[in-house]
């Protein structure tokens, strides 16, 4: 609500801004990219092999191994946070391979770039404020669905992670993978590898608008798919207008960390 509050004015500021003909949020010119959707469907594929293969492993493993060692104890948390964290590793590092040796591409041009860094930042808080309202609008949208149809079973999984009663081990790792690694992996997916290759073909809202479908879909939950496809809508115009991964990885980063203060304090209770 305090953010709520705090952006209205700054909305009101930044449209006042926006049509006296300066946007605030241009700072590069669009840099043209060498990978296509080809190489999408690529990283795609090798996702859905990498998950299916490292959960076949850890599971081999502990089943296997002696009971001395303990690993057949691993909490099941532990086995999905860490299968979950292997595989978006090595996804991120198909894809930066794909850009950099096979397309002979650059980390600059996937938005990887320590240009304007502390400015980049600054322009992810401010665009996260000026759309609080829009998504405190989504948001409480998506909530009404979550109460008619239930929450999605990847939710329950969050929620555990996050709970106090598994220790501060499970909650801290658990926040990790939540506020700073899912963050990371999924724009470096979504917006610089995704949108960059949409953006070869299609012009600006067009391929943010399917970048931010395909940020929806792949969550794998319809009460929370309003919210994700505006949120995601957010991150790609920050994307298109910084030509940086920085604005949005901050934004995604904010948001992942205020929510999962916010369930962790609920928890408490």
């Not at 840099?31 to 850890?58: C, E, H, N, Y």
């Not at 770039?113 to 808080?125: A, D, E, L, Q, V």
């Not at 009663?165 to 990371?184: D, K, T």
Request: aromatic content about 14%; glycine content about 6%; proline content about 5%.
């Amino acid at each position: 609500m305090g953010l709520l509050v705090i952006s209205i004015p700054a909305l009101v500021i930044y449209l006042i801004v926006r049509f006296k003909g300066r946007d605030p949020l241009i700072t590069e010119p669009r840099r043209p990219v060498k990978w296509t959707l080809g190489d999408v469907l690529k990283s795609v594929a090798v996702f859905i092999l990498l998950s299916f293969f490292i959960r076949a492993i850890i599971t081999a493993v502990l089943t296997l191994a002696p009971p001395s060692r303990k690993l057949i104890a691993v909490h099941r948390l532990d086995f999905h946070l860490g299968s979950q964290i292997i595989t978006e590793f090595l996804l991120i590092l198909f894809c930066i391979y794909l850009v950099v040796e096979v397309r002979g591409g650059s980390l600059a041009q996937l938005g990887l770039t320590s240009s304007h860094f502390f400015k980049n930042i600054f322009r992810g808080f401010s665009g996260y404020v000026i759309a609080a309202p829009v998504l405190v609008v989504m948001l409480i949208f998506s909530n009404l669905l979550v109460e008619r149809f239930g929450e999605p079973p990847d939710i329950k999984i969050i929620m555990e992670f996050l709970s106090p009663q598994y220790g501060f081990r499970h909650v801290l790792s658990g926040f990790l993978m939540i506020a700073v690694i899912a963050p990371v992996a999924e724009e470096i997916f979504f917006r610089g590898f995704l949108q960059g290759a949409l953006r070869r073909r299609l012009s600006f809202w067009p391929a943010i608008i399917i970048s931010a479908l395909f940020f929806a879909l792949l969550h794998f939950r319809f009460a929370a798919g309003p919210f994700l496809f505006t949120f995601g809508l957010l991150l790609g115009y920050l994307y298109e207008k910084t030509q940086s991964l920085i604005p949005v990885i901050t934004v995604h980063l904010v948001h992942n960390s205020i929510i999962s203060f916010y369930t962790i304090f609920v928890l408490l209770l």
